[in-house]
């Protein structure tokens, strides 16, 4: 049987997460200690005992590197064999826990490297003001007629095709604006701005795709023993220096996730597991499939308590 295990990406955190499987499993507390020596302070209670500071983009990004990967650890106490997965992918940010999960990072050079990556991404959205707009129910070409409009009052492109009808505008604000204002016209009926720090896989990120990139040329990476498939791409990566140039391209690259899960569907993949925290993956996983693709059995873990529904 051919199987996937899939990661996910910033807006998966929420406070307290990771807190439940650390409180129950020995395995989850080992994780998120290495995880804390590794970046030299205590993840634990930046994710649990501040509140909202788990949003924080350069805490958010390693709390959920973490919280997944403490999900597995206990996973693989109980039956799960990274050896026999077919494929691994993370959106964005999972990326980076999918590589670790593949055996080609180290936790420790992966959690430094979020925690790098997220530090970078909030100093440029501070150095330019942008964001982002979700286009309710929009084709890939109505998005692009709507990035095109916005690109003439700044930078503005198509950030994320996660599924029909789940499409990601990215940009300044005064690009977005512009967009946002022309949608109807386009036969887009909503256009909903989010609550981000800024405007992720668009060129507001250049500043930050160039710090990631000095970053990755100092962390050794090693061919992935699992198919590992690109956001870039969306297709399977095995020699370290694309994967590393892909990594770097990836923070102003569209997320390409619909058509990742179309890869693997079309390789006979039929079961997908999602290690929380969050279930967004699986969501977007079942609008795929609906709409006109193979089907899929996925499964999320988001607590302990799903483990007794059979994880």
């Known amino acids: 049987?051919?199987?996937?295990?899939?990661?996910?990406?910033?807006?998966?955190?929420?406070?307290?997460?990771?807190?439940?499987?650390?409180?129950?499993?020995?395995?989850?507390?080992?994780?998120?200690?290495?995880?804390?020596?590794?970046?030299?302070?205590?993840?634990?209670?930046?994710?649990?005992?501040?509140?909202?500071?788990?949003?924080?983009?350069?805490i958010a990004q390693p709390g959920i590197l973490t919280t997944s990967a403490a999900i597995v650890a206990v996973l693989v106490e109980r039956g799960l064999d990274p050896a026999r997965t077919t494929l691994t992918?993370?959106?964005?940010?999972?990326?980076?826990?999918?590589?670790?999960?593949?055996?080609?990072?180290?936790?420790?050079?992966?959690?430094?490297?979020?925690?790098?990556?997220?530090?970078?991404m909030q100093a440029a959205s501070e150095a330019c003001p942008s964001s982002m707009t979700s286009l309710m129910g929009a084709t890939p070409e109505q998005a692009e007629a709507l990035a095109a409009v916005g690109r003439a009052h700044g930078i503005c492109a198509v950030a994320n095709l996660n599924a029909p009808g789940q499409v990601v505008l990215s940009g300044e604000i005064a690009a977005l604006a512009a967009a946002e204002a022309a949608a109807p016209g386009h036969g887009v009926k909503r256009a909903v701005r989010l609550s981000v720090a800024g405007g992720f896989h668009s060129e507001c990120m250049r500043p930050a795709a160039e710090r990631l990139e000095r970053a990755l040329a100092e962390v050794a990476l090693r061919p992935p023993r699992i198919a590992f498939v690109s956001n870039v791409t969306a297709r399977p990566l095995s020699d370290p220096?694309?994967?590393?140039?892909?990594?770097?391209?990836?923070v102003c690259a569209s997320v390409l996730?619909?058509?990742?899960?179309?890869?693997?569907?079309?390789?006979?993949?039929?079961?997908?597991?999602?290690?929380?925290?969050?279930?967004?993956?699986?969501g977007l996983l079942r609008r795929i499939t609906k709409d006109g693709g193979p089907e899929a059995r996925v499964k999320s873990v988001q607590t302990p308590a799903d483990l007794d529904a059979g994880a």
């Not at 220096?241 to 391209?249: S, T």
């Not at 693997?264 to 929380?276: H, Q, S, T, Y």
């Open 1 to 58: 049987m051919k199987t996937a295990v899939l990661f996910p990406g910033q807006g998966a955190q929420f406070p307290g997460m990771g807190r439940d499987w650390v409180t129950a499993f020995p395995a989850a507390a080992r994780v998120f200690e290495r995880a804390e020596r590794a970046l030299g302070f205590a993840l634990r209670e930046a994710c649990w005992d501040r509140g909202e500071e788990v949003h924080r983009t350069d």
């Open 89 to 120: 992918a993370g959106l964005s940010l999972g990326e980076y826990t999918a590589l670790w999960y593949a055996g080609a990072l180290e936790l420790e050079d992966a959690v430094r490297l979020v925690r790098l990556r997220g530090e970078a």
């Open 241 to 250: 220096a694309e994967i590393k140039a892909a990594l770097a391209r990836q």
């Open 257 to 282: 996730w619909e058509r990742s899960m179309r890869h693997a569907l079309g390789a006979g993949i039929a079961d997908f597991l999602e290690p929380g925290p969050g279930n967004v993956l699986s």
